[in-house]
């Protein structure tokens, strides 16, 4: 999936395990009103999405410039 904290748009970011329509809208959200995540790790930041819910999507996630 690539870079899934400035490209990708709810659509797409549902296709990651575990994270349905709420997530997705949540990370979209949590971007607009906080900018670009500046490591894989900040998506925690992201209320729903705690340890257990990022090992399983940390493999299909990263940051590029």
Do not use: C, H, W
Not at 3 to 14: F, G, I, M, N, S
């Amino acid at each position: 999936l690539g870079d899934v904290y400035k490209r990708q748009d709810e659509a797409e970011l549902t296709l990651l395990p575990g994270i349905g329509d709420t997530l997705a809208a949540a990370i979209v959200q949590y971007r607009q009103e906080n900018g670009d995540f500046a490591a894989v790790e900040d998506i925690m930041n992201v209320s729903g999405i705690g340890e257990k819910r990022f090992e399983n999507i940390r493999d299909y996630i990263t940051i590029e410039d």
